[in-house]
């Protein structure tokens, strides 16, 4: 939904993304990403190790954006 919400901003106006966004976040998602192929491939279902390892991953990249936020405030 917010994907869809997000390309139809899009459309009528663009949407700004900064430099950094492209150059640290692009590849954590991505490394996100490619981690979670070999679990969908043993027949997706997430374990709850792998599970906690996503969310704890998550959680740090989440706690470290608003960290960055924070320290780009000041």
Known sequence: NMLL?????????PVPVSPQSIRVDL??????????????????????REGYLLVTGMGGFLAWQIYAGLQAAH
């Open 5 to 13: 919400i997000l390309a139809i901003v899009a459309i009528i106006q």
């Open 27 to 48: 590849p954590i998602m991505i490394a996100f990403a490619v981690a979670l192929v070999p679990i969908m491939l043993r027949g997706m279902v997430i374990s709850r």
